[in-house]
Structures are given as structure tokens and as C-alpha cells.
């Protein structure tokens, strides 16, 4: 295998290395903790206070409110449980599209009580802001919509979620793992309260995450213990892991517009380059309201397993929309919501590209797909028994 | 997830693939879980299959089960294809990861349902 090509972004990044040069001496010689009050813990709190400006900055907050986690998850997490304050009554609005960080929060919480209404979302992946409104009840504690789909791009009407939110003063929740340091995303101008966000989606290293908190917003903590982050998240903090996402979101505020411009120019040549060369593929999501990277490929009555399966003995990385556990495939729940038909859904193949994604990648990528579904739809089975 | 090279070998190049234009005997298999499905056409010849072919829907191993158990089945009495079992397939792709035995579940039903059907087409010739 001589070429490698790696289109699975929205999973993870490789660690760009200037953010590798930052971290390493917090390995090692600036290995303080942060609470201590001796010339070693005060080289730690240096940089995780310098971490949290420059997210802060990104994101036009005041540091205080960024609070570190252990990712995208533990973000969701802290976010939908603690603005539904511990969640033993009231109500919280989310979609039936949201990460399952999101989604099993919720489903948690109405294992305790807490009634949960599960927006749908129309055929391209978008919840009505009006729907959001109507489900509105006067119990009503949160609102938790996802600003960008990992599967499937479509980028959510945040703000006009968010305004909502405000008119009757329910604290807005947004999960941005996905979208965040990839697109703009000003938290006070989308009028949301609560923000989660990832550090290995954007370049930076596995294992710490953060929220962005709008001051003033009520919420309990979920961990508890000293009084780190503010008391919103007791633990020590990860010191190399926060000095590396705030090296990462750096260089994502030097590179994000440009790189979004270009990849969006190559994520199209994919598509419509699969799409000239093979019949019945679909492109699911949102066609404009679209991260600028991603590219959900739905190949009518071919298994997507097989085909990332043909594209990784290719070198190529994609992932499946469909996963096989025990042998029991179902589509996603996100391709089910948009109600894509079933023959679609197994075989849709997202493909997300990132930095090092050249033209040359994807021209090779095309080349694979049309080899690889060819040969399988070639060995479909052909009328009925 | 992890494949054997045998397994990897047969998905890549897949044998005996294709439709069968009159065969002998006709059967399919599927695995309502995940929609797999195997269809094998057998030409037989003095009750030993002499020409197999295929065609399948589905995952990898799937895909390799049926080539693999094509090339398995070539000569044998149509008789010994009611008793296929799976792990002989499993056996010959070296191992099946434990969530994907389906694949071979599979494809030893298509051929069971195969020597079956030819089996009912002989009671008829008789």
C-alpha cells in the first residue's frame, strides 16, 4: 500500500506539532500543579491561565467562563446535567440528532424523572426554530441543540434557537465539538448560554475539553471535590492537555477561514466528482448550511461496511454510517432522523476532510469509490428468488 | 476489527462471483439482523457440484464467506451440502471476529437452501 489518505476528521486530528512543541515541557519540567503555591504550581497556573485567555478570545468570553473538562463528552455532560440541576423534575428540549453524549445524558435524566422532548429534524438535518418554540413549557429548564451534525454537516439555526431561549429566559445549551474552531462560533452574538467544545477535533491533543459558561448562567457540577474551574468541575487540571488546546485553538484563529475556504472547494470536488462517475449516490445534510469539511455519501444498496472496508485496504479512512455490532446493523439514528430510506442509509460513507487533505487525496479517493462500489454492486444479488 | 489475509484476499478478489445462467439448483441466505444476504447457483453433474457461483449483499466477511465457501463446495456430493455448517466456513477464512460469524451463518444457509432445492428438484425429476 503506498498512498494513505485520511479522511476521517470529524473523528479525530492529528496533533499539529507546534501544538506538541507547547505541550512537552509540561510533561516533564513544568510539571507543577496548579493549586500549589510554590514557583513550580505557578508556572502551571501561567499557562493554563494563558490557555483559557486564548480560548476565551476565540470565542469573545472573558476567561472566567471557560472551564475545563476531560473532552467533548464530559462537556456534554456537565452541560445538559448541570443546567438541568441535577435533574430530578422540570423539562429540557433537545433533538433526536444529537451526539449520544447529548442524547443518553438526556435519556439519563428521564430515567430520573425529567421529561425530554426529541425535536425531529426535517430531511436535510434541520430542526425548526419553530418547533423549538412549541415545545416550550413553562417547566421548561434547558435547550440543548447541537450546532454542527459530525455525521452529516448540517449546521443547526443556533441563532435563531438561541433568541428563542432568551425571549423566555431558558438556558441554551450547544454542543459545538463539531464545529467549533472550524466555523465561527460567538457564544453571546448566537445568544447561547452554555458551550461544548473538543480539543482533538481541531489539531490538539485527546482528553481535554471545555465549556464555555456565559456568566451568570446557573448550573450545578457534576464532579465534585476541591475547587478547581471555579468549582463548576472539581480535579486536578491537565496541564499539557490544556496548554495544547489553547495552542491549537491559537492556530485555529490564524487558519480557520482560509482552510475552510479551501476544503470546502475540495470537499465539493469529492462529492461531485463520486457523484459524475457513479449512479446512485446521494449527498445527505444541508447543502449550503454545511460544515465546510464534511461529506456524508449515501451509495444505494451497497453495505457501507464493505466500502470502508474496500477504501481502507486502499489506504483510505472513512467511517460508516451504519455499524455492525453482534450482527445487527442499523443505520445511525442521525440518517434514520433524516429519513433517509433504509437502502440509502446502510450504505452512506462520511467523509470528512481536514489539513492535509490535498487535491490529489481526493481525486484518489474518487478513484477508489467508483472502483470499490462498482465491484460491489457488481456482486449484488440481481431480482428475487 | 481485525481479518485474516485469507479473509482479506477473498473480499478483495472474490471467486466464482457472478450469476449462473440455468442452474441446477438456486439458494439464498439471509441474516435478518443486518439484511446480509448469499445467493448461490450450483451446476451439478451426477450428484456432485461441479460449478458454483454467487452473489452477495453485505459486510466484508460476508463477501469472502461466499467466495471462500465457493471454492469449498467444488466437487463435493450435493447430499454433504445439507449438513454445511458454518464453522467449516469460519474454518477456512481463519477466523471470524466474534460479531461477524453471522457471515458465515450466512452463507451456509444459502447452500443448504441450494442442495435443498436441488434435492426437491430431483424428487420431481423422479
Redesign the interface.
Known sequence: MSRRVYLDHNASTPVHPEVVAEMLPYWTERFGNPSSVHGFGREARDAVDTARARIAGFLRAAPEEIVFTSGGTESDNLAVKGLALGGARGHLITSQIEHHAVLRTCQALEAGGLAVTYLPVDQHGLVDPDDVKRAIRPDTVAISVMHANSEIGTVQPVAAIGAIAREHGIPFHVDAVQSFGKIAVDPAALGIDVLSMSSHKIYGPKGIGALYIRRGTRMVAIQHGGDHERRRRAGTENVPGIVGFGKAVELRDREMRPEAERLQALRDRLADGVRARLDDVRLVGHSVERLPATANLAFRQVESESIVLGLDLKGVAVSAGSACTAGHVEPSHVLAAVGLPVDWAMGAVRCSLGRSTTAEDVDYVIECLETVVGKLRRLLPTGSL | VK?SSVL?DH??N?RN???MRDPDA?G?GE?E?????A?FFLRVREGQVGEVRF??????PT?AAASVASELMGGRAVGDLLHVKPDEIEHALDGLP?????AAEVVAQALRAAAQDWHQKEDHRV
Open positions: 481479518y482479506i473480499f478483495l472474490p462471483a457472478g450469476l438456486v439464498q441474516y439482523g443486518c439484511g446480509d444476504l445467493r452473489q452477495a449483499y453485505g459486510c466484508g463477501i466474534e460479531e461477524r460469524r453471522h
